[in-house]
């Protein structure tokens, strides 16, 4: 059994890295990237969603949204920011400043050896920064607790602790490949950025306060992380709620109360979207038939099962797998 709900989450919703740009400038600069929505056919064709972010090598910049209202955050060498929910955003020298959208910009050459993108902002101006600059996919659909779970703007400074070193030596390791462009720095590059963002996501999960709500804070939970991980370890068994109740040490009332305040909701409930989450991707992933991922997915009927599967991710299983494998002409009914 899987004693690491984090690690299954990051695996199921399927992490793939695969553009970087490598960022030289020269104030005054600023480098804008419309919402995911908008370049993610083009960054990552084939992501269900993309989520960027940004190493500052040297130097300092500023991130600001662009789609809502916050206020801009001031980057120092070795800081990185992340935009988890791929809103717009504004990378510049000084706050306040505009990009122009290219989208050309954002397409993914044919030979993946190519990458990372160069990229030369000259204001003309005596202060410099360096960035990486990363795009991330997974699958946002049907459910992904993780991705539900993290800020708007994610951003962790550079600090004297071994959570911080490591993201700093993959991100010095990533400057370094992208400065490189040895033979196979487009690989190099994927995997190093599967990893930063891993590490992003568990040192956020150790800085949260000791009050924070949310499925992330709710794996730090002595009661929830505890039921978190049974279901996830076992996602097929035949779980009640008297079962969890007694495995986590808590009456029925209560581990559902305060599992729907981690999670967001009980945890029944919740383990039907993992189970239809897993099935999502054997759909993807196999040629099993739709009642074998059913059974699996503890549904005594294809029926029952396209049905809940539909109402979750907003078509029937059948264009599903059509969609995921890239076949054409195929619409949901």
């Not at 002595?222 to 035949?238: C, K, Q, T």
């Not at 909701?265 to 009642?291: C, E, H, T």
Request: hydrophobic share 45%; with cysteine.
């Amino acid at each position: 059994m899987s004693a690491d709900t984090l690690s299954d989450v990051l695996e199921a919703v399927r992490l793939k890295s695969a553009v970087f740009f490598d960022v030289d400038t020269s104030a005054p600069w600023a480098a804008e990237t419309p919402n995911a929505a908008v370049i993610g056919p083009a960054v990552m064709p084939g992501a269900g969603h993309v989520i960027e972010y940004h190493v500052l090598a040297s130097g300092t910049c500023w991130a600001a949204p662009v789609d809502f209202e916050a206020p801009p955050v001031l980057l120092r060498a070795g800081d990185v920011v992340a935009f988890p929910h791929g809103d717009a955003h504004v990378m510049s020298s000084a706050p306040g400043l505009r990009g122009e959208e290219d989208l050309e910009r954002f397409r993914q050459p044919d030979d993946a050896e190519q990458l990372p993108f160069l990229v030369n902002l000259n204001g003309g101006g005596a202060e410099r920064a360096h960035l990486v600059c990363g795009f991330l996919g997974c699958d946002a659909r049907p459910f992904n607790p993780l991705l539900d779970a993290l800020p708007r703007i994610l951003h962790l400074r550079s600090a004297d602790d071994a959570a911080s070193r490591a993201v700093a030596e993959l991100a010095r390791l990533a400057v370094k490949e992208a400065k490189d462009r040895r033979a196979g720095s487009g690989t190099m590059l994927s995997r190093l950025g599967e990893l930063m963002f891993v590490e992003l996501v568990r040192r956020y999960v150790e800085t949260l306060p000791a009050d924070s709500s949310g499925w992330l804070a709710g794996l730090r939970d002595r009661h929830v992380g505890r039921a978190l991980n049974l279901l996830h370890g076992e996602p097929r068994r035949a779980w009640t709620l008297d079962m969890l109740a007694r495995e986590t040490g808590l009456s029925r009332s209560s581990l559902v109360e305060r599992f729907s305040a981690f999670a967001g909701a009980p945890p029944m409930q919740y383990l039907q979207k993992w189970r239809l989450q897993l099935a999502a991707r054997q759909l993807a992933d196999s040629s099993d038939s739709i009642a074998t991922v059913a059974e699996r997915a503890g549904y005594d009927s294809e029926a029952a099962f396209s049905r809940a599967f539909r109402k979750m991710a907003g078509m029937p299983p059948a264009a599903w797998r059509n969609a995921a494998t890239g076949k054409v002409g195929v619409r949901a009914r």
